[in-house]
């Protein structure tokens, strides 16, 4: 499931296992675990592992294989190094 920090903007995707039960008088029933341990449903809240915000939003399973753009690169992008040229002149005095 993805989530996306409103403090700080990091995304991030958890995976989780949901399995469905039924008890033995035939209530259907959820349990959602992560890394093999139960744990509750993700919401929104949740802790980001960037800045510890719990501002956290969540979008629909499968979201960030559609937009891409989204996932950060695992390295630091480059700075430019094409000089910034302004567009004010210079004073003539």
Request: glycine fraction near 8%; charge should be negative; charged fraction near 15%.
């Amino acid at each position: 499931m993805p989530f996306e920090c409103r403090g700080c903007w990091h995304v991030w995707e958890e995976e989780y296992v949901v399995r469905h039960i039924e008890d033995a008088h035939g209530n259907a029933g959820e349990i959602w675990l992560r890394a093999g341990l139960p744990v509750p449903p993700p919401s929104p809240g949740a802790i980001c592992p960037h800045c510890g915000s719990q501002q956290a939003t969540t979008f629909p399973d499968g979201y960030l294989a559609r937009h891409p753009e989204l996932i950060p690169p695992a390295q630091p992008v480059a700075p430019d190094a094409t000089p910034l040229l302004s567009p004010v002149r210079k004073p003539l005095y």
